[in-house]
């Protein structure tokens, strides 16, 4: 298992060219992406990976699961699916892995590397998942109270 900062650090060294893919490759994330400007998917992309960076730094998961809610907010309030926010966050682990594949060396070191980035990813949709259900219990329960 890599050091908090050793993660972050190699994480970091990787995401400038990370993210030019994910620029590349926005239209096979989501069709949305792939109408945004170059700029606007980049922004909302690059503090993504910013926020990875700063965990992988400092692990602070309670920080990091509330950045997750507030970010899966802005494309669920433009009118993407639930299901499609989900999918593009996979989607967008699945580019970071790949990427990593691709670009560093194939020893155990990356290995574990790529684990600790699959991990990451299955959080954060835990985490939405978790946050998608709550907000359904909630609108179950107001219903509840208007049909009484």
């Known amino acids: ?6 993660s972050a650090e190699r994480f970091g060294s990787l995401r400038p060219s990370v993210l030019a893919r994910l620029v590349e490759v926005r239209g096979a ?23 990875i960076e700063a965990y992988l730094s400092d692990g602070d998961w309670p920080r990091f699961a509330r950045f997750v809610r507030r970010w899966m907010s802005l ?19 699945d580019v970071i892995v790949q990427h990593v594949r691709q670009n560093e060396p194939a020893n155990r070191a990356t290995v574990t590397f790529i684990g600790e980035l699959n991990r990451l990813t299955l959080a954060t949709v835990r985490v939405m998942v978790e946050t998608l259900a709550d907000e359904l219990s909630r609108r179950q329960a107001k219903q509840g109270e208007g049909a009484t």
């Open 75 to 93: 494309p669920l309030g433009e009118g993407q699916s639930a299901e499609s926010v989900l999918h593009s966050v996979v989607a967008i682990g």
């Open 1 to 6: 298992m890599f050091a908090m900062g050793e």
């Open 29 to 51: 994330i989501d069709p949305i992406y792939a109408a945004m400007p170059d700029d606007g998917f980049r922004d909302r992309i690059d503090a993504f990976l910013s926020k």
